[in-house]
């Protein structure tokens, strides 16, 4: 299985980015998707998470209102657009295919891209 992902940049905060991650070697309708984050100095976190439908969808606290996952299983591809950035939202974006379990916990996930990186100036 790969995950690529793209989409990353240097933007001003209070602007836009919408991140890509397609999908290869496995079903990608079958499985949930999610993306997380880590900052320098700190944890990879969750940030939002979609499942394998694109029915229902999860977002951390930290993002609602502000950033959307979405997919589409024609593609293979699941997106994260992010508008209204934060210089707090600067890290590496990672998208992971999920194998089961929370879809909050990295340890659900056994699949990971090789991540991109998101720049927040103020």
């Known amino acids: 299985v790969q995950l690529q992902a793209c989409g990353g940049g240097l933007v001003q905060a209070g602007g836009s980015l919408r991140l890509s991650c397609t999908a290869s070697?496995?079903?990608?309708?079958?499985?949930?998707m999610g993306w997380f984050r880590q900052a320098p100095g700190k944890e990879r976190e969750f940030v939002a998470a979609?499942?394998?439908?694109?029915?229902?969808?999860y977002h951390a606290n930290s993002v609602m209102g502000r950033f959307t996952i979405s997919r589409g299983n024609a593609k293979n591809m699941v997106d994260l657009q992010m508008n209204g950035l934060k210089p707090e939202d600067t890290a590496v974006y990672y998208c992971?295919?999920?194998?089961?379990?929370?879809?909050?916990?990295?340890?659900?996930?056994?699949?990971w891209g090789p991540g991109t990186q998101v720049t927040v100036s103020s």
């Open positions: 992971a295919s999920r194998d089961s379990g929370s879809y909050y916990s990295e340890r659900s996930y056994d699949y």
């Open positions: 070697g496995r079903t990608f309708s079958a499985y949930g």
């Open positions: 979609i499942t394998y439908s694109g029915v229902n969808k």
